[in-house]
């Protein structure tokens, strides 16, 4: 693995175990394996390095499976979709909450760690324009507020599976079957069998 990949690849893991303040350059550069000039010769500073580590994980964690640009299938297709974002939502976990954490002093941080959801934002909603082009779902009802409410429900269910004990246990697989059904019931999608 390259230097570069690897600074990266630690700051990331160090960054979600110990924030922005136990994420040195020292502590960096240690269990890289590296100096610090060596550190400084790839990243100027410690807000580029964290900020690249950040933005590296936001890429992963909004990357991979693609709608098409044909809705065919529309429960299916946002199922498969859905369950790709909650799976890397989940590996991701601690860096998120980490970001999370450290928005309100480092606000320079949630543009970089949300480019990718903004992505798969418009992508959704593009998905479902089409869909009701095609007469898929209804005429009624805001794409822009469904796709919202679904990104929102598999994003909180992801990061706080492990943190909120729930009432009643449901399967990821069941919770992201019951957020895309909600969505497209909210969008007039006619019901299944």
């Known amino acids: 693995m390259a230097i570069k990949d690897d ?19 020292r502590r960096i550069a240690e269990a890289a394996g590296v100096n610090e000039v060596t550190l400084f010769r790839h990243f100027r500073s410690k807000d580029l390095l964290v900020s690249e580590a950040v933005r590296t994980i936001a890429r992963e964690v909004h990357q991979g499976h693609d709608l098409p640009a044909v809705p065919v299938d529309l429960r299916r297709e946002l199922t498969e979709w859905a369950l790709s974002q909650h799976s890397r939502l989940r590996k991701h976990g601690p860096m998120i909450l980490a970001c999370l954490a450290e928005f309100e002093e480092h606000p320079a941080l949630a543009p970089v760690a949300c480019e990718g959801a903004l992505a798969n934002f418009a992508a959704a909603s593009a998905y479902l324009g089409e869909a009701r082009r095609r007469g898929l779902i209804g005429a009624k009802g805001s794409i822009d507020g469904a796709v919202m409410m679904l990104m929102n429900a598999v ?24 957020f895309v059904d909600l969505t497209l019931r909210a969008l007039g999608a006619p019901e299944d069998g």
């Open 7 to 25: 600074l990266l690849e630690v700051t990331a893991r160090l960054f979600a175990g110990y924030g922005w303040r136990g994420t040195t350059t």
């Open 155 to 178: 994003f909180m269910d992801a990061v706080t599976r492990d943190v909120i004990d729930s009432p009643r246990p449901v399967l990821e697989s069941d919770a992201i079957s019951d």
